[in-house]
């Protein structure tokens, strides 16, 4: 008897385990896996374009970023968009840009219906 006891217990834990790792599995959101230019790097030339790359898939239509100067001023031509061949990327288009600080503000809705958003900063060299 002792034995099945033991046995039924110990189907009840592994149960309860695999449940928990579904749950955990369920709440993978969307984070910044990488960028270029790279978080927190200076690069010697302006880039013509941002690229974010996210640990799930994104929602195109409520996955966005914007790109800041170092007054906090938004740069109206950097336009971003979600990659049509690897929606886990999102590029962005960049005007020509001075040397300087930016930041990149982005906001993401992934696959999984779970909003996140971060935001990092590069440097242009002189
Ligand atoms: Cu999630």
Redesign the pocket.
Known sequence: LDKLVTKRWLSLVLMLASAFVLVAK?????FLDHALPAVGSTVREAPAEIKLWFS?KLEPAFSTAEVEDAARRKIAAATAKVDETDPTVIRISLPRLAPGTYRVVWRVL?V???V?KGDFTFDVGP
Request: no cysteine; net charge negative.
């Open positions: 369920s709440f993978a959101h969307a799930e992934s999984d219906t779970h996140t």
